[in-house]
């Protein structure tokens, strides 16, 4: 009995084993197909998602086809001569920031950039044409070039006018040549068919939508068009060559510039005000930044050969006139007239420079040697103090 229930038992686990087995096999077997179905179903999705993506990428490309033709045909009637002048061609262009600087008036902006570097703006974008992030990466350079418009030259109006009737000069007379006449294009007078401005700047420090520079020849309000950042390997030039009368370096320096003895009281009465929108930290720095801006003879062609008191022929005009000679357009018989005159003596004739609204009185004599007398509020003081140096003292480089 005992071998019967031994054999039996072996049988019983002998097909026990099978059941197992074909249950395993079974249940591999349904597996396999499930996942065979889950792979056919996953393929059919891939084809079907990449059959999608085709077609929106043959979408995306023919509207970006369709969105240059657009464009090419906007452009082409953008820029098409109008029916009412015929000779006019436009671009559709528009300031994109304002520049705040430490020239409140054209008088006493440096005739180049660089020539003083303690000379100090902010420049300021519209946040609406042009978000903080485009600034992104530009404080990584150390100079950046702009491109701006000469809002205050005197003879806007003509660019309204046909050109028949523009008056535009193709010569205009040249500071370092004394009157002498250049191609408007072989200098950089402001008075051209189009006043558009490129000077070159240092960069301190950018602020979200804000940018500080020094060494700047820009006068305050100047609407800018663009701002790219200067690349010495393609932007400097070892073996330009330049006229022979543009080697005259010493041609606009004067001998000295010295103070009055009532100068630095003056100075610090103003300061109690004039601090709180002065992009400098003392008073001190402003006058070392008046010394820099008169260490350059910055009268103008009329005022170097008939000098004379800006505010006691009331021209306010002339006040707020350029760095660069007002006198370029004038004709011969004017300008020569007025070298005639020269009757005044230089020591009598006292000039004002308004740096950050604060006028700065000066005279200098016949030898070039320019005497600071004293420094008082100007009226017209339209300047930001939301742009100051305590905004800036821990962003200076």
């Known amino acids: 009995m005992s071998g019967s229930s031994s054999i039996s038992e072996a049988r019983w686990l002998a097909v026990t084993i099978t059941l197992t087995t074909l249950s395993a096999i079974t ?17 059919s999705k891939i084809t079907e998602l990449e059959s999608s993506l085709n077609s929106c ?71 609406s044409r042009v978000p903080p992030a485009s600034l992104e990466g530009l404080a990584d350079y150390s100079h950046c070039w702009i491109i701006y418009v000469f809002h205050l030259n005197t003879d806007l109006e003509k660019l309204w006018k046909h050109p028949s009737q523009s008056g535009f000069k193709a010569k205009v007379r040249v500071p370092r040549l004394k009157g002498g006449r250049k191609g408007v294009f072989g ?76 100068f630095t009281s003056s100075l610090e009465n103003c300061w109690i005000m004039a601090e709180k929108k002065s992009l400098y930290a003392s008073p001190g720095e402003f006058q070392s930044l008046v010394t820099q801006v008169l260490a350059w003879d910055i009268r103008s062609l009329s005022q170097r050969n008939r000098p004379h008191d800006v505010f006691m022929k009331k021209e306010k005009d002339q006040l707020l006139g350029d760095t660069y000679d007002v006198d370029e357009h ?11 005159q020269d009757s005044l003596n230089s020591t009598e004739v006292i000039y004002h420079l308004i740096l950050e609204g604060l006028d700065v009185s000066y005279r200098i004599d016949q030898d070039g040697n320019v005497i600071v007398e004293k420094v008082s509020t100007f009226a017209d003081n339209k300047l930001n103090s939301s742009y100051n140096y305590l905004t800036w003292k821990d962003k200076l480089r």
């Open 27 to 43: 249940i591999s077997v349904a597996a396999a197909y499930i996942f065979k179905r889950k792979c056919n179903a996953l393929k």
């Open 57 to 127: 990428s043959d979408k995306c490309a023919s509207e970006r086809q369709g969105r240059i033709r657009a464009q090419q045909l906007l452009r082409k009637q953008l820029t098409q001569p109008k029916s009412q002048n015929p000779n006019l061609t436009c671009y559709p262009m528009i300031p994109i920031g304002t520049v705040h600087s430490c020239f409140s008036t054209r008088y006493g902006t440096p005739r180049q950039p660089l020539l003083v570097p303690l000379a100090r703006a902010c420049l300021v974008f519209n946040t």
């Open 187 to 262: 200098t950089r007078s402001p008075h051209r068919p189009c006043p558009i401005g490129l000077t070159v700047a240092k960069v301190e420090a950018v602020q979200g939508n804000v940018i500080l520079l020094s060494g700047v020849d820009l006068v305050d309000g100047t609407p800018v068009l663009d701002v790219k950042p200067y690349l010495p390997y393609c932007d400097s030039i070892q073996d330009a060559a330049v006229p022979n009368w543009l080697m005259e370096d010493n041609l606009f320096t004067v001998a000295s510039v010295s103070f009055s003895e009532g």
């Open 330 to 340: 004038l004709d011969e018989t004017t300008f020569d007239h007025k070298r005639e």
